[in-house]
């Protein structure tokens, strides 16, 4: 088992910043990707970008543009998401997933664990 645990959201005007923290704790030698996703009221939960522990090779959604950057501290088995230049339009609950099959996935169904969502509200 793998348990997941985000932090760091919150309410940031427009044009802000806010950097999100992933702390995973159990069986993360299993775990070859984290992932965040992203959902808003009455929308899917939308895929933002990942990270392999490992080799620490990123992958981004087209609408970032250049805005986010995810990160990871293997020795605090930490994975961060520092996002820049918010807009109203980034409103959401934030979720990180740990995938445990080297997929690169960016689908909700190809991760193993989820943490319970950090909500990240930007106001314009």
């Known amino acids: 088992q793998v348990q997941l645990v985000e932090s760091g959201g919150g309410l940031v005007q427009a044009g802000g910043s806010l950097r999100l923290s992933c702390a995973a704790s159990?069986?993360?030698?299993?775990?070859?990707?984290i992932g965040w996703f992203r959902q808003a009221p009455g929308k899917e939960r939308e895929f933002v970008c990942s990270?392999?522990?490992?080799?620490?090779?990123?992958a981004y959604a087209e609408f970032m543009k250049g805005r986010f950057t995810i990160s990871r501290d293997n020795a605090k088995n930490l994975v961060h998401l520092q996002m820049n230049s918010l807009e109203p339009e980034d409103t959401a609950v934030y979720y990180c997933a740990a995938e445990i099959s080297p997929n690169r996935g960016v689908n909700p169904w190809e991760y193993n664990y989820w943490g319970q969502g950090t909500q990240v509200t930007v106001s314009s």
């Open positions: 990270i392999t522990l490992i080799s620490g090779s990123a």
């Open positions: 159990g069986r993360t030698d299993s775990v070859y990707t």
